[in-house]
């Protein structure tokens, strides 16, 4: 698993804490050679036996679960992304990565200690019932989930396929709180779909997560959208999560040539740096490119905006995106657990990170949540175009996916021969891609301080 290094995700400590023996372990690992931590490790050893020796409950202070206790709290306070993972959830984070697992289908984040939803996956359950991004779980099968560690959540939905399981969310400011009945499913995961021609030329092909094939996936997809005469291209990460950091690189290999830099990440050393360059065989795909965006579009999804964007490959249309600019590397442990530590943080080509910051469209075009899920409801349903029929199937409005349109009109007015209406560099000067707003006939672009983050 060391050549994973995801790119969502939890946990940190470069050991596992046994009830005896974790100086010599320490030592033996050579993980902590200075004395300070070598003094500090005995220490926590001496408190485990003084537990396991003369606290009043003894099936409390088991060497196990002193153990486990103790990595989570060390982990826990380092950052959101790093986690100690126990066998159950290390389990489900290797059903993630290889695209396949039994569960409602979406993807949660624990955020100041509630289980938010970063997003459904699609053709999903939880998609297909109406569960969106933003949505806190609170009760699975009418028992409290609040409080719950993550690992410990996804344990609950997650069931024999075909069971039914009941989930509580609460949404909305004064928030209040839903109850969806679904049945679980095996989830393949699908992370590349709806590959199409739309008007005048222009492919549009949309990216859910980034797993093992996805890059296969994409470079079929695009090869396919070539074929039948594509002129300019729609890359849709709404609502993607992330996933895997090789399988991003591999998505924008199709439009660089072989040897340029995709992204760089830097861990703590300054030798730590590894730089992920383009392996493309072929001849770039020069073409004009719109990346659709928004607040869930995270990680490995950002990258693949983030190197797009940065190299003026393409212009980015919708919403601020999520901000997880941190690379996890998960490190097998005994005991059938694992490690998801934090280990560098990745840069864009011309060397922007966009960590807590997240990175701004060209274009702006905000959408709510409802009609967020009307236009995802219209696209697994394309067949019910009729809007009362749509009203009262759905229970919510039909409405224009303003974001694709946005993104049709500035490649449409691309393809007439007008420049890209791309952002700026910095505050002082003008970039010589962006023609007015008014000349290219799109929404209104992001100022010049808000177009990189």
Do not use: C
């Amino acid at each position: 698993m060391l050549k994973r290094i995801v790119s969502i995700g939890f946990g940190v400590i470069a050991g596992y804490l046994m009830t005896l023996g974790v100086v010599q372990v320490v030592a033996a690992w050579g993980l902590w050679p200075d004395r300070e931590t070598s003094q500090a490790a005995e220490q926590v050893t001496q408190v485990m036996r003084l537990l396991n020796r003369h606290y009043v409950d003894a099936n409390a202070v088991g060497g196990a679960k002193l153990a486990d206790r103790a990595i989570e709290s060390m982990v826990g306070a380092l950052d959101p992304y790093s986690q100690f993972l126990p066998p159950k959830a290390y389990a489900h984070l290797e059903e993630e990565v290889d695209g396949s697992f039994g569960g409602i289908g979406v993807q949660v984040e624990e955020v100041d200690g509630r289980i938010v939803v970063v997003a459904p996956i699609a053709g999903t359950p939880g998609e297909r019932a109406g569960i969106l991004r933003g949505d806190v779980l609170v009760g699975v099968d009418g028992a409290d989930v609040r409080g719950l560690k993550l690992e410990e959540f996804i344990g609950k939905l997650r069931g024999k396929p075909g069971s039914s399981v009941t989930v509580g969310i609460e949404r909305g400011l004064p928030p209040r709180e839903i109850e969806f009945k679904l049945k679980r499913e095996v989830i393949q995961v699908e992370s590349v779909r709806d590959a199409k021609l739309l008007d005048d030329g222009v492919g549009y092909v949309r990216v859910t997560m980034f797993a093992e094939k996805t890059g296969a996936e994409f470079k079929a997809a695009v090869n396919k959208l070539r074929e039948e005469g594509a002129r300019a291209l729609v890359i849709d990460l709404r609502n993607n999560p992330g996933g895997l950091l090789t399988a991003a690189v591999e998505v924008v290999e199709p439009f660089f040539p072989r040897g340029e830099l995709v992204v760089y990440t830097q861990g703590r050393k300054e030798d730590d740096r590894l730089e992920l360059l383009s392996k493309n065989g072929d001849d770039p795909w020069r073409v004009p490119i719109a990346v659709l965006v928004n607040g869930g579009s995270a990680s490995a999804a950002e990258i693949v905006a983030g190197a797009l964007k940065d190299t003026r490959r393409a212009v980015l249309v919708g919403e601020k995106t999520f901000g997880k600019g941190s690379v996890q590397t998960i490190f097998p442990i005994k005991g059938r657990s694992a490690l998801r530590l934090t280990t560098a943080r990745y840069f864009t080509p011309s060397g922007v990170t966009i960590h807590e910051k997240g990175i701004q469209p060209d274009l702006r075009e905000a959408m709510t949540p409802e009609e967020e899920k009307a236009v995802f409801l219209h696209r697994l349903r394309p067949d019910i175009d009729d809007p009362e029929v749509f009203k009262e199937r759905f229970g919510v409005s039909m409405v224009e996916d303003r974001q694709l349109a946005a993104a049709l009109r500035v490649l449409l007015a691309r393809l007439s021969g007008q420049p890209f209406p791309v952002g700026q560099d910095d505050g002082s000067s003008a970039s010589p891609y962006a023609p007015s707003a008014a000349a290219a006939g799109v929404a209104e672009p992001a100022t010049p301080e808000e177009v990189r983050p």
